[in-house]
């Protein structure tokens, strides 16, 4: 946050002011979080993951990209890294982001055959955790984490 200092009629007696609260600094005019956008090093490799193992809506699909509608959640797009401030895509030892898919507790264990039976890389099996989740974590394409859960 930046400060504006004002000086007092004397030289000697200055005092740092702040100007605006800490609340007005808010985005207060945000109402919703409308999508989400994973950038993608392989998008040939990844379009194959997700089409492969989740059964969202797809409401877009180009070179540089690919979009899904998961039912009852925001619109959930893959980018192909194209613009400067893109970056670099994740290490392979450190994911860059993590995304949590919603299921019923009796589907966790059939969800985790599933990425099974598609040679898809578990970084823990199915496990209840002292959160009140039972939790599947495994890695896509790109090396970004992707958690399976129920609330139990």
Known sequence: MRRITASKSRSTNSQAVDLISPELLMLKAVKDLT???L????????KEFYRTLFPFEIRGEGE?????????????SLRKRTRDYDGKGPRHDAPGVQLAFLVEPDEVEECYQILLKHGVKIAEPVTDQPRGHRTI????????LLEIYAEI
Do not use: Q, R, W
């Open 35 to 37: 999508y989400t956008i």
């Open 64 to 76: 540089e990209g690919l979009s899904f509608k998961p039912p009852g959640s925001t619109l959930f």
């Open 39 to 46: 950038l993608v090093d392989d998008m040939e490799a990844m």
């Open 137 to 144: 974590y495994f890695y896509d394409p790109d090396h970004n």
